[in-house]
T-cell receptor, first 114, second 115 residues
Framework: GENVEQHPSTLSVQEGDSAVIKCTYS??????FPWYKQELGKRPQLIID?????GEKKDQRIAVTLNKTAKHFSLHITETQPEDSAVYFC?????????????FGKGTLLTVNP | DTGVSQNPRHKITKRGQNVTFRCDPI?????LYWYRQTLGQGPEFLTY????????KSRLLSDRFSAERPKGSFSTLEIQRTEQGDSAMYLC?????????????FGPGTRLTVT
């Protein structure tokens, strides 16, 4: 089955700096890669996703890059703000097959210091 | 609120007792998933329904666990003879069919504590 590794497990940055979180996956058939943000005591919420037919996707201060050859993808947050502090999870799945289940990384606790 | 809802939000039970959780997905979503999340870990897949059919169960789901979605709407997850190792957050998610959006929408979870 799929295995997703995520690094780092914790990340502390100063407000305004950039943050990068990296994930690798094992199943070469995976072709959908979402990123979820989970604030303390809250539900995971999708912040951005990417499909394997593109290499990069941006949404305001958030971007995701994908390298299918190397089987890794990254989340980039620019101009970080205190409200970006949360746990971020990467995930992978096949668009079809494997019953659409997501395999998650272990998460990155991002702390943005004001 | 038209999002995924789960009840109860918190459950404390004694070892050996049975517990049942409920998930109400977004109304037009026919796919429903259960995940389990322990402290410091990402959600782990437990089981998946398409409409009322349970199409996959993880090896994490022992014989003490059973899930149903009788009418293809809400779902229940029952744990029999609970053990301390069952203590976790149980998350439900739903999604629609079709290629427009692959997003799985998560509920707030049910936090189970087994004493």
């Amino acid at each position: 089955g799929e295995n997703v590794e995520q690094h780092p497990s914790t990340l502390s940055v100063q407000e305004g700096d950039s943050a990068v979180i990296k994930c690798t996956y094992s199943d070469s058939a995976s072709n959908y890669f979402p990123w979820y943000k989970q604030e303390l005591g809250k539900r995971p919420q999708l912040i951005i996703d990417i499909r394997s037919n593109v290499g990069e996707k941006k949404d305001q201060r958030i971007a995701v890059t994908l390298n299918k050859t190397a089987k890794h993808f990254s989340l980039h947050i620019t101009e970080t703000q205190p409200e970006d502090s949360a746990v971020y999870f990467c995930a992978a799945r096949r668009i079809r097959g494997s019953n659409y289940k997501l395999t998650f990384g272990k998460g990155t606790l991002l702390t943005v210091n004001p | 609120d038209t999002g995924v809802s789960q009840n109860p939000r918190h459950k404390i039970t004694k070892r050996g007792q049975n517990v049942t959780f409920r998930c109400d997905p977004i109304s037009e979503h026919n796919r429903l998933y259960w995940y389990r999340q322990t402290l410091g870990q990402g959600p782990e897949f437990l089981t998946y329904f398409q409409n009322e059919a349970q199409l996959e169960k993880s090896r994490l789901l022992s014989d003490r666990f059973s899930a149903e979605r009788p009418k293809g709407s809400f779902s229940t997850l029952e744990i029999q003879r609970t053990e301390q190792g069952d203590s976790a957050m149980y998350l439900c998610a739903s999604s629609s069919t079709g290629d427009i959006s692959y997003e799985q929408y998560f509920g707030p979870g049910t936090r189970l504590t087994v004493t």
